[in-house]
């Protein structure tokens, strides 16, 4: 039994497997003068989560325990701070936490405690629970393909098309008027229903074996970007979101040929609001490859590790 003023909430205490995840109660959290309490109804797992639970970025999380997990998230706005004007009680919103400094609420949680202005309101067309899976995959892929200024019929691949962060950037990419085409390793099926016209399995063909030229390439997966980059046409330009692309990235400011650019996604409230509104319309939607609850959350983390990409892991708290 949880008592009035305590939550539920994802914890671990130190760093490791999926099992150091756990559910306990901890103090419902309240609003400073900037900040808003939603009521969670669903967080995606993201590759940052993965990332953060193994000790891999002790660095920006800080060094205390516990620490929470999540970091977007879908809800009804709970209670708002004094200088904050606009979100109303029961409004459906969505946000990006972005990295949090120690001692703040995670998404993984009844309630999460968000500044004003990385909340945003969110999509009417899809429940709440499906909404979860686009704030941060969405702001990922709307600040990698923007400042690359696509044009009308430019040829795009992304290179892990099948991923939920790479299935977001397919569709993007195609609301912004390119051509895409993805590489997978399964499920093909996800990049097809993103809107990839072609799809090509890296287990079948090797980079140099993709017929063609790009315009631009967007590599979500940290496989052999630089393989990739020699796809790209003259004057083409490449972004990298996945981490594990780093030693590539520095590889390409020391050799011929265009520098790839590193992106991650920031809270952007502007952004947020330009995703409803595609998804609104139609044109965004959400790919989801598994739900859990909050009780199975290191199976979450699980999966998302052990299993081929195919779409956002969901884990639903209400």
Same mark, same amino acid.
């Given at each position: 039994m949880v008592a009035q003023n305590t939550m539920r909430a994802v914890q671990f205490r130190s760093y490791g497997a999926p099992e150091v995840l756990e559910v306990g109660a901890v103090e419902i959290p309240s609003p400073g003068p900037k900040e808003v309490v939603v009521e969670v109804a669903a967080f995606s797992v993201n590759a940052v989560d993965l990332l953060t639970r193994r000790g891999k970025m002790r660095l920006l999380d800080g060094m205390g325990f516990p620490k929470g997990t999540?970091?977007?998230?879908?809800g009804?706005?709970?209670?708002?701070?004094?200088?904050?004007?606009?979100?109303?009680?029961g409004r459906r919103v969505w946000g990006y936490l972005?990295?949090?400094?120690?001692?703040?609420?995670?998404a993984g949680a009844q309630y999460v405690r968000v500044r004003s202005d990385r909340l945003a309101p969110a999509p009417d067309g899809v429940p709440l629970a499906e909404a979860a899976a686009l704030p941060l995959a969405g702001l990922t892929a709307v600040q990698a393909l923007r400042p690359?200024?696509?044009?009308?019929?430019?040829?795009?691949? %992304?290179?892990? &098309?099948?991923?939920?962060v790479g299935s977001t950037v397919v569709?993007?990419?195609?609301?912004m008027g390119a051509e895409v085409d993805a590489v997978v390793g399964?499920?093909?099926?996800v990049a097809v229903s993103a809107g990839a016209q072609q799809v090509f399995n890296y287990h079948d063909l090797k980079p140099s074996d993709i017929p063609g030229r790009y315009d631009v390439v967007i590599d979500t997966a940290g496989a052999d970007a630089l393989?990739?980059?020699?796809?790209?046409?003259p004057g083409g330009r490449m972004t990298a979101i996945a981490p594990g692309a780093f030693w590539d990235i520095v590889t390409s400011m020391l050799s011929p040929g265009p520098m790839i650019r590193m992106v991650s996604g920031k809270p952007s409230v502007?952004?947020?609001?330009?995703?409803?509104?595609? %998804?609104?319309? &139609?044109?965004?939607?959400?790919?989801?490859?598994?739900?859990?609850?909050l009780d199975r959350i290191a199976d979450a983390h699980r999966d998302a590790e052990s299993l081929s990409a195919a779409g956002k892991r969901i884990v639903l708290v209400q």
């Open positions: 999540g970091m977007d998230f879908a009804l706005v709970h209670a708002v701070g004094d200088q904050v004007g606009k979100p109303v009680l972005g990295m949090m400094p120690p001692g703040r609420t995670a690359l200024e696509l044009r009308r019929g430019n040829r795009v691949l %992304v290179v892990g &098309g099948n991923g939920g569709q993007v990419a195609r609301i399964v499920r093909s099926d393989a990739y980059r020699r796809l790209l046409k502007k952004d947020l609001v330009w995703l409803a509104a595609r %998804v609104d319309s &139609g044109e965004l939607k959400p790919l989801i490859a598994s739900t859990y609850p």
